[in-house]
């Protein structure tokens, strides 16, 4: 089991995907501190390798002060403002989750699945029959998403030892009728 950490560290920690992670961190802690000082705002982030976007109606000096904020709040070890409870990773935790959940219960589980054979196709009043088990599959695997979506962040999807990351700039951009802006990061 260790050697498997092992490698899955590792694989993390590759500068470029090492890099990715701290940004989601500084994503995630500028949004905290977003939320903080307006918490009715909407909006959207999205990291990348240089940096992260930010996505709704937010000016850019208060963009900037809140990067800045929560960079320094990463650096002074307040980990958990590398988490976000809207964040993507908890929403591909959840539908994987109860999609797992629910496909086992409608196929009958890995050892039904095994013993078909083309001489017996599925029945649909089979599959109907198996409908309301791959409903609780689901429910139980969106409840288990809940607290496993934050742990998937903390290990796998940020890293909130930020290191000698450092914001360069924050740059707006209109796109049609939405505004973005793309907060560049080094280091």
Known sequence: ??????????????????????????????????????????????????GFYVYGDVSTDSLFEAAQEGLRRLRAGQREMAIHPNCGSNLVVSGSLAGIGAFLALSG??????????DRPSRWSEWLARLPMACLAA????????????????YVTTRPDVGGLQIVSVTREQRGRFMAHYVRTTG
């Not at 009715?40 to 240089?50: E, F, M, P, V, Y």
């Not at 589980?109 to 083309?118: H, L, Q």
């Not at 429910?139 to 903390?154: D, E, H, K, S, V």
Request: cysteine-free; aromatic content about 4%; hydrophobic content about 45%.
């Open 139 to 154: 429910t139980i695997g969106l409840l288990l998403a809940q607290p496993l979506g934050p742990l998937f962040q903390a």
């Open 1 to 50: 089991m260790e050697k498997n950490k092992n490698i899955a560290q590792r694989l993390l920690d590759q500068p470029m995907l090492s890099r990715v992670r701290r940004n989601h961190a500084l994503e995630h802690a500028t949004m905290r501190v977003l939320a903080e000082r307006n918490p009715h705002r909407r909006l959207i982030g999205r990291s990348s390798l240089w």
């Open 109 to 118: 589980g890995f050892a039904s699945a095994a013993n078909a054979t083309e």
